[in-house]
């Protein structure tokens, strides 16, 4: 069983930066798939970023290279620094975890889920 843990929200201006955290137990969680994902009011989760046990990342297309997914396995956390934030990526943030390494797209194949962290950007 893992248990995730987001953190690094919060309300910031347009053009500010965020680092979001994902902190989990469990000792096998350095072999696992992790990805991010985003849901804003009265839409669809929506696919952030993957990334892999040996750091291959994998982003949504509207990153437009403004978002980086980085682990530290040691400290069994995932990490999703973000510029350049504009009043669209005002969401809740969550993380996922899957048993199986790769880069999962689909929040529908992801085993485990945290509880999410809110950002607001005010434009």
């Known amino acids: 069983q893992v248990q995730l843990v987001e953190s690094g929200g919060g309300l910031v201006q347009a053009g500010a930066s965020l680092r979001l955290s994902c902190a989990a137990s469990?000792?096998?969680?350095?072999?696992?798939?992790v990805g991010w994902f985003r849901q804003a009011p009265g839409k669809e989760r929506e696919f952030v970023a993957a990334?892999?046990?040996?750091?291959?990342?994998y982003y949504g297309a509207f990153m437009k290279g403004r978002f980086t997914i980085t682990r530290h396995n040691a400290k069994n956390t995932v990490y999703l620094q973000m510029d350049r934030l504009n009043h669209e990526d005002t969401a809740v943030y969550y993380c996922?975890?899957?048993?199986?390494?790769?880069?999962?797209?689909?929040?529908?194949?992801?085993?485990?889920w945290g509880q999410g962290t809110q950002v607001t950007v005010s434009s």
């Open positions: 996922a975890a899957k048993h199986e390494d790769g880069l999962w797209r689909s929040s529908g194949m992801y085993d485990y």
């Open positions: 469990g000792r096998s969680f350095s072999t696992y798939g």
């Open positions: 990334i892999t046990s040996n750091n291959n990342a």
